[in-house]
């Protein structure tokens, strides 16, 4: 559990990502070191993989100063948290996170609303961020749970593209997920439910390896931790 209450985070403990100005003066991005290994890690997959830069919502969109979730609660009313409850002050129910708000989750499939949540669902898992976790909903709205903790030189993800002899060029890319501490264990994820679809055997797990050798292209392996690879099962 953070040593910070809720919003009290020192900028000296955060990594800067950006800065910018509105009507209230200056803002800024700010991570927890974590957060920001993984958030660079979603930007550089989702443009190497659909050509689109994920941006972060300009203002306090980030880590969130106390004094500023006063100012949101003012003018937003309920639809900004109570002060000293946002998900994005460090702690939210008791609970390490760093929320992020996510301008432009759409252009992953540009006027196709249903493939660009999938596509940015399966980013936001494969990455340790979690959607859907607040309510009214916020599609936009994406936390990491353990924001303090930097993937070992952002290595807990690692991506190997393969292509597989007969996908269609315009589907989504295959993705084997597989266990960290038992690399045996691995499974077909299904982008439009964000779960497992089912394991795969030894067998196809060798055919897909062998298809990198003689026809290159889009299968995703992702390497996840026991604890994450039980949730994406389901």
Not at 42 to 57: D, N, W
Not at 58 to 72: A, E, H, K, S, V
Not at 104 to 121: C, E, H, I, K, Q
Not at 214 to 226: E, F, Q
């Amino acid at each position: 559990m953070s040593e910070f209450a809720n919003g009290r985070i020192p900028e000296s403990r955060l990594v800067a990502l950006g800065s910018g100005r509105d009507a209230d003066g200056t803002w800024k991005h700010l991570a927890p070191p974590g957060t920001a290994a993984r958030w660079n890690w979603l930007r550089a997959t989702g443009r190497a993989k659909y050509g689109v830069t994920l941006r972060v919502t300009p203002g306090w969109n980030l880590f969130r100063p106390l004094d500023i979730q006063f100012l949101y609660r003012r003018r937003l009313g309920i639809m900004a948290a109570q002060p000293g409850f946002s998900s994005h002050g460090g702690v939210f129910r008791g609970r390490d996170c760093m929320a992020i708000d996510v301008q432009n989750w759409g252009d992953l499939a540009p006027g196709n609303s249903f493939t660009a949540w999938a596509r940015f669902v399966a980013l936001c898992r494969l990455a340790g961020f979690q959607v859907d976790f607040v309510k009214p909903r916020e599609t936009w709205h994406i936390g990491d749970f353990d924001p303090w903790k930097v993937p070992a030189a952002a290595k807990d993800f690692r991506i190997n593209s393969i292509r597989v002899r007969g996908q269609e060029e315009s589907d989504m890319p295959i993705i084997i997920v597989q266990r960290a501490d038992a690399k045996l264990a691995k499974g077909l994820f299904d982008t439009t439910t964000g779960k497992l679809r089912r394991e795969i055997s030894k067998s196809e797990n060798n055919l897909y390896r062998a298809a990198q050798k003689t026809d290159p292209a889009a299968v995703i392996y992702a390497t996840v931790s026991d604890k994450d690879y039980a949730v994406l099962r389901g």
